[in-house]
T-cell receptor, first 114, second 113 residues
């Protein structure tokens, strides 16, 4: 069964600073990997996803993530954070077998200082 | 535009009551999911359905059941609500492909007194 850890419960960055949110997964094969964002009072929105090919994937809102098989990681990055990026970020892993589930990590809460 | 609608944004129920949470999607998606979201625990999968009348247990199915009689509707049922089921419940849908994006509703916040 797959699992996801996000080591940082809460991160605070200054506006304009760079950001990296960590995600580690456990799965027996190459998984499908996702990052979702949840703004206050909103549902979750997909930022980006990785299935195969280029290990650096680009997403919406200027985010990118890099899949590193050797480290079982899929860290999310943004070069310059905006105040509107303050939200909860969730890493998720899906299995490659049919009819299978998507498992989410505990989330990282991001605060942005003006 | 894609839409996942959860019928109730806020509910307050008493211990022992039967609770129905309804979710409807308008995208003709095969897969539907119910998660509960709690601070520090993220989203935990309760049940999912990959087709009409089909269901699979997630990681925390105890105390819950589901119904999917029509493709667009996926209901979560708490047979006898308990205080530890106070939570935010999120419904999501997806195409039949494992690579598909999950589309989420806005959530139903349930308080059990």
């Amino acid at each position: 069964a797959q699992s996801v850890t996000q080591p940082d419960i809460h991160i605070t960055v200054s506006e304009g600073a760079s950001l990296e949110l960590r995600c580690n997964y456990s799965y027996g094969a190459t998984p499908y990997l996702f990052w979702y964002v949840q703004s206050p009072g909103q549902g979750l929105q997909l930022l980006l996803k990785y299935f195969s090919g280029d290990t650096l994937v680009q997403g919406i809102k200027g985010f990118e993530a890099e899949f590193k098989r050797s480290q079982s990681s899929f860290n999310l990055r943004k070069p310059s954070v905006h105040w509107s990026d303050a939200a909860e970020y969730f890493c998720a892993v899906g299995a490659r077998t049919s009819y299978d589930k998507v498992i989410f990590g505990p989330g990282t809460s991001l605060s942005v200082i003006p | 535009d894609v839409k996942v609608t959860q019928s109730s944004r806020y509910l307050v129920k008493r211990t022992g009551e039967k609770v129905f949470l309804e979710c409807v999607q308008d995208m003709d998606h095969e897969n539907m999911f119910w998660y509960r979201q709690d601070p520090g625990l993220g989203l935990r999968l309760i049940y999912f359905s990959y087709d009409v009348k089909m269901k699979e247990k997630g990681d925390i199915p105890e105390g819950y059941s589901v119904s999917r009689e029509k493709k667009e509707r996926f209901s979560l049922i708490l047979e006898s609500a308990s205080t530890n089921q106070t939570s935010m419940y999120l419904c999501a849908s997806r195409t039949g492909s494992n690579t598909g994006e999950l589309f989420f509703g806005e959530g139903s916040r349930l308080t059990v007194l």
